[in-house]
């Protein structure tokens, strides 16, 4: 799986790009939302890990600009708060999942696992739908609807 971690903190994002490798995951690590859209612009990611306490972007508004960024990739908020408000708002900045740091490796593997599954899933759907409006579409048009 492609991961994108969007994390400051060098010695965090150190050891969970480490872990992540280990796993056999394509890692690729952004200290900044800046960074985080200038790779997500560049490369196709199945997941993007967003730490919520960057230096140009914080809390739900940073998932907001990865979202946008990264659109076909589910995105996992990583945070050393345990707030249930902040929660709440980046689930609906579009996070699949929020982690409160520090998080056992094989619980951000089923997280990670969990996202991208449900991701794919919302793809495929939306797809689906864009194929079947422009049939729609076509069959109005031709039959003079």
Same mark, same amino acid.
């Given at each position: 799986?492609?991961?994108?971690?969007?994390?400051?903190?060098?010695?965090?994002?150190?050891?969970?790009?480490?872990?992540?490798?280990?796993?056999? %995951?394509?890692?690729? #690590?952004? /200290?900044?939302?800046?960074?985080?859209?200038?790779?997500?612009?560049?490369?196709?990611?199945?997941?993007?890990?967003? =730490?919520?306490?960057?230096?140009?972007? +914080?809390?739900?508004?940073?998932?907001?600009?990865? /979202? %946008?960024?990264?659109? /076909? +990739?589910?995105?996992?908020?990583?945070? $050393?708060? =345990?707030?249930?408000?902040?929660?709440?708002?980046?689930?609906?900045? $579009?996070?699949?999942?929020?982690?409160?740091?520090?998080?056992?490796?094989?619980?951000?593997? #089923?997280?990670?696992?969990? @996202?991208?599954?449900?991701?794919?899933? &919302?793809? %495929?759907? &939306? @797809? #689906? &739908?864009?194929?079947?409006? +422009? /049939?729609?579409?076509?069959?109005?048009?031709? @039959?003079?609807?």
């Amino acid at each position: 799986m492609r991961v994108l971690v969007v994390e400051d903190d060098v010695a965090e994002a150190g050891v969970l790009l480490a872990a992540l490798a280990t796993r056999g %995951h394509d890692v690729t #690590h952004a /200290r900044t939302v800046r960074d985080g859209v200038v790779c997500a612009r560049t490369a196709a990611y199945d997941v993007a890990i967003v =730490d919520l306490g960057l230096p140009d972007a +914080a809390g739900p508004e940073a998932v907001t600009i990865i /979202r %946008h960024a990264a659109r /076909r +990739a589910a995105v996992l908020v990583f945070t $050393g708060t =345990d707030d249930e408000a902040t929660e709440l708002a980046c689930y609906e900045a $579009g996070a699949m999942d929020v982690l409160v740091k520090p998080a056992r490796l094989a619980v951000i593997e #089923h997280a990670l696992l969990e @996202s991208n599954a449900r991701q794919t899933f &919302a793809n %495929h759907a &939306a @797809s #689906h &739908a864009a194929v079947m409006g +422009a /049939r729609a579409l076509a069959v109005a048009l031709v @039959s003079g609807g």
